[in-house]
């Protein structure tokens, strides 16, 4: 079974930190995802990467960064976290054949 | 931009009933996927649609794509209580990113 793992299931941050949220998928996967997700607008993009070291931006990137320095790690940045950044976000993981997508639990982020 | 658009938002329905969730998007692609959310859960992967006119099935639930027409439908027989969930559709467009569509809420009562 494709496991993909976040580094927490919720965190509570103030406003101004710096917030790490990490990705770990365990199927050698060359794409991964980050998405948000908030009430009545579904899921969106944030970044993407296809490779190491390779990122894309998503529909909605500002205020976030990346970093794939390993294969099956894919971090998403907030470098000066802020209210309207709290929200679940759910990473995902693909392999380069057409499939879907994996997800994992998901990150739950209040930002004070 | 592509746009992805289910209907309904939001169903109520009772216990054995056939209901039909609709998922059109804007732009062309073969590639079409259907996922479940249950409350505080993440998504899981219910339908990989991959050319025209596919259709999927898995217990009282089946997908189809129609790319011509650019929508696919998730059909929903004898419902009971366990399909309560929000379904997604997406579509990827290309580099393997998905569009989501804002999910419908299912709600199946007695």
């Known amino acids: 079974d494709v496991k993909v793992t976040q580094s927490s299931r919720y965190l509570v941050k103030r406003t101004g930190e710096k917030v790490f949220l990490e990705c770990v998928q365990d199927?050698?996967?060359?794409?991964m995802f980050w998405y948000r997700q908030d009430p009545g607008l579904g899921l969106r993009l944030i970044y993407f990467?296809?490779?190491?070291?390779?990122?894309e931006k998503g529909d909605i990137p500002e205020g976030y960064s990346v970093s794939r320095e390993k294969k099956e790690r894919f971090s998403l940045i907030l470098e000066s976290a802020s209210t309207n950044q709290t929200s679940m976000y759910l990473c995902?993981?693909?392999?380069?054949?057409?499939?879907?997508?994996?997800f994992g639990p998901g990150t739950r982020l209040t930002v004070l | 931009e592509l746009k992805v658009e289910q209907n309904p938002l939001f169903l109520s329905m009772q216990e054995g009933k056939n209901y039909t969730i609709y998922c059109n998007y804007s732009?062309?692609?073969?590639?079409l996927y259907w996922y479940r959310q249950d409350p505080g859960k993440s998504l899981e992967s219910l339908f990989v649609?991959?050319?025209?006119?596919a259709v999927k099935q898995e217990g009282r639930l089946m997908a189809s794509l129609d790319t011509k027409a650019r929508l696919s439908t998730l059909h929903i027989t004898a419902a009971v209580h366990d399909l309560s969930a929000t379904y997604f559709c997406?579509?990827?467009?290309?580099?393997?990113?998905?569009?989501f569509g804002k999910g419908t809420s299912l709600l199946v009562t007695p």
């Open positions: 995902a993981s693909r392999g380069s054949m057409p499939d879907t997508q994996y």
């Open positions: 199927m050698d996967h060359e794409n």
């Open positions: 990467s296809y490779d190491v070291k390779m990122k």
């Open positions: 732009t062309t692609s073969d590639r």
């Open positions: 649609l991959l050319s025209n006119g």
């Open positions: 997406a579509v990827e467009v290309s580099g393997y990113a998905l569009n």
